[in-house]
């Protein structure tokens, strides 16, 4: 009974917060099983976003058609003009947010969303709802949005209206009670979600959301108490003190109580009094000031588009910033989707740039703290750009000393995101481990025998009358060939041992035959041909890439996996490098090329002006030894795992690239039946899932033996082993 008169006596804010406080605590107790209870949180984020853009529909198109056509023409362009300067504003604010993230070092292993098509940049889908309610049912917030905007300019001037106007009124009303009763069930999402995320959470994990407060905090800091009061100062008869002074209340009071709804007439009372202060009360502005205030209530604030720089912040967190290229894109659809709330505009914008949708946990663990300042932002808001209309509306407003404030501003952020980019790289502990996860990979399975090589031994002359297959079986050992340079399919790992894709498929065979393996690490690839054919090598690995003229010497297997064809640079180039197209245009571009001559005459024609250098060793061209060659053209599955071990370089595929080569192992030529056997074998591993787990494990890097159990109570003090 007293916890629940304690629950009843707390605020909706503080039982947020205990509960937020609580899930931590919980997670980090019992540590990854509280990772179950996520389901709660998804629910609670369904939840969520189940009112959104109803309320947007109904609220615009209200608030819009309230408005009378002289009045709408009175007010209507000026405000316009204000709302997307001002958003405009902010939405440069967000551009600079990446020059505070610390320059670490990052590198991951290859994934699939390197190679997925983005998604593509349609104007007609995006913004023009041929439908309606698949727009509604696709939550395509911008179509939703123009739809609305749209309705609610053409009901102003339809007579009898007042009745659909009340509909619309009761409609918005019924769903805020709607959220109200979702509100009531916030601590127990909240648990949920912050629980999940603390039992499941790596340390380093934890602290790059660090980053993202403290660069959010510093943004709201600029924006609070340069962009929105300044802009107001310099371009209208009002002073700083007196902005500040008289929205102070109403801002106080937002971050208070979670919700600028309740402020909403203190604001249109405090513009009414401000502006009668300096001799501008009129009917003119007054009827600015009770139309703006509610409808600019639907509108994206300085705090709700603040919270879109989470998408920047997440590129920057899976080691993917965005490029140039995208900026655009993320302006006008942050601006565009932000007209409904973050449970859908985040989510919505983690897809269209292809980001990891699962961020959006981290978002919303994060929006604990946000959440507050925003509100107080979008206050804040509310009343800069009512003052900045009416002023406008009274030919008070001086276009050319905003457009200056908002520079300033720009100079001013820029300046102080280097600074605290500096200090969170010198505070927040950060060391990169992309070699020690690397090669610290195990074989999935154990090891099989391995037979310590001596020197390469050819089979006699009658050996050879027999087939490749039944010398392997007779000796009881598969002899095994691997190159330098053969990330990730063969390499040795911290323990001096070989492992890697090829090598997990060929153990794999070995056990199926229950044969040994006999290892040779070969130099020179020159003599493979010949020792293959003599007896001395049975079976060639190494991500070894399938050419006709090859195959006129060797034999291939099938193809059990493929390079996708990408470029290995340094990270500083990769938004020159981002799209096909444009490197096709370069005149000046030096490519470098493996010593393949079939690929080699691929890519000549692919790339018409480069000129195209032979590589043959990854280390020196890593090393910086090929300072003449701007990229490397390569396999991006293997380039992904050498960026691992030499962070400074990335391996990408820039968009519209589409190349790729089989892969096979080499065998002996002429041995049909040897072939026959291993293809047949490598279906019967295709077949029953093996090839996709090794594929998963190497090539993913999805390594669950790889990742430690994460520290609990429960388990690493008192014992429990939950």
């Known amino acids: 009974m007293a916890i629940f008169k304690f629950y009843n006596k707390v605020s909706p804010f503080q039982r947020v917060i205990i509960a937020l406080l609580l899930g931590i605590a919980t997670g980090i107790f019992i540590g990854e099983p509280a990772g179950n209870i996520e389901v ?34 009175r007010i209507g362009l000026r405000a316009i003009k204000v709302i ?29 969303s390197m190679v997925a098509e983005s998604t593509a940049f349609d104007f007609l889908k995006l913004y023009i709802p041929s439908n309606i309610f698949a727009s509604l049912a696709d939550a395509i917030v911008p179509a939703v949005v123009l739809f609305s905007l749209l309705m609610g300019i053409a009901l102003i001037n339809v007579k009898n209206k007042d009745t659909f106007l009340m509909l619309t009124t009761n409609i918005g009303d019924s769903l805020m009670k709607v959220a109200s009763y979702v509100a009531k069930v916030a601590p127990l999402g909240i648990f949920a979600i912050s629980a999940a995320a603390a039992g499941t959470l790596e340390v380093a994990e934890l602290g790059r959301l660090q980053v993202f407060l403290w660069v959010y905090l510093v ?119 932000a007209f409904g709330r973050m449970a859908v505009s985040i989510p919505f914008l983690l897809d269209f740039f292809d980001l990891p949708r699962d961020q959006f946990q981290l978002y919303l663990l994060g929006s604990v703290v946000t959440m507050r300042f925003a509100t107080g932002l979008a206050a804040l808001h509310g009343f800069v750009v009512t003052l900045l209309v009416a002023c406008a509306v009274m030919k008070q407003l001086k276009w050319h000393r905003m457009f200056q404030a908002i520079a300033l501003h720009l100079v001013i952020t820029a300046g102080v995101m280097i600074a605290a980019g500096m200090a969170l790289t010198h505070f927040i502990p950060y ?66 041992h070989v492992v890697g894709f090829d090598m997990e498929m060929v153990n794999e065979l070995a056990k199926d035959l229950n044969l040994a393996i006999e290892l040779y690490y070969l130099e020179n690839r020159k003599d493979l041909d010949q020792l293959l054919a003599n007896g001395s090598i049975d079976i060639s690995i190494g991500g070894q890439t399938i050419t006709p003229l090859r195959a006129l010497d060797v034999a291939f297997t099938d193809s059990y996996t493929h390079h996708t064809a990408g470029l290995v640079l340094l990270d500083s180039h990769r938004d020159e490098f981002a799209s096909f197209d444009d490197i096709r245009a370069m005149t000046k571009l030096n490519l470098g090329v493996a010593n393949n001559e079939y690929y080699i005459n691929v890519l000549a024609q692919a790339f018409p002006n480069a000129t195209l250098t032979k590589v043959t060793n990854m280390r020196l061209f890593l090393r910086g030894k090929y300072p003449e060659v701007d990229a490397l053209v390569y396999s991006t599955e293997a380039g992904s795992a050498w960026s691992m071990l030499y962070p400074e370089y990335s391996a990408v595929v820039p968009k519209g690239m589409q190349l790729k080569a089989p892969v096979g192992f080499i065998v002996p030529k002429g041995d049909i039946e040897y072939v026959q056997f291993l293809n047949t074998w490598l279906k019967l591993k295709k077949e029953n899932g093996f090839q996709q787990r090794v594929y998963d494990y190497w090539i993913l890097g999805l390594n669950p033996k790889a990742k430690q159990p994460r520290w609990s109570v429960v388990n690493d003090v008192l014992g429990w082993n939950l």
Not at 84 to 95: D, F, R, Y
Not at 439 to 446: C, F
Not at 474 to 488: C, D, H, K
Request: net charge negative; glycine share 6%.
């Open 40 to 73: 709660l949180g998804n629910a609670y984020i369904h939840l969520l976003q189940m009112t959104v853009l109803p309320y947007v529909l109904v609220s615009i198109i209200g608030g819009l058609g309230r408005l009378d056509s002289t009045m709408a023409a």
């Open 84 to 112: 997307l300067i001002m958003w405009l504003a902010v939405m440069s604010t967000l551009l600079f947010l990446p020059l505070a993230y610390p320059n670490w070092e990052t590198a991951g292993f290859f994934s699939s």
């Open 219 to 337: 943004a709201a800091v600029l924006l609070a108490f340069i962009l929105l009061p300044l802009v107001l100062h310099w371009a209208t008869p009002f002073s700083y003190r007196e902005v500040l002074s008289i929205s102070g209340e109403a801002v106080v009071t937002a971050v208070a109580t979670g919700t600028v709804l309740v402020v909403l007439p203190m604001i249109i009372e405090r513009s009414k009094a401000l502006l009668a202060k300096h001799n501008m009360d009129c009917e003119e502005t007054n009827s600015t000031v009770d139309v703006l205030v509610p409808t600019a209530y639907s509108f994206p604030s300085t705090g709700t588009l603040l919270g879109l720089g989470f998408i920047l912040f997440s590129a920057w967190y899976v080691g993917s910033p965005l490029g140039l290229d995208d900026y655009f894109s993320f302006t006008i659809l942050g601006v565009l989707t």
């Open 431 to 496: 060391q990169y481990e992309g070699v020690k996860t690397f090669e610290s990979l195990q074989p999935m399975n154990g090891q099989t025998k391995i037979v310590k090589n001596g020197e390469l031994t050819p089979l006699t002359q009658s050996q050879l009358q027999n087939t490749r297959l039944d010398i392997i079986r007779e000796r009881g050992t598969i002899r095994v060939a691997y190159f330098p340079a053969s990330l990730p399919y063969a390499f040795k790992n911290e323990n001096n």
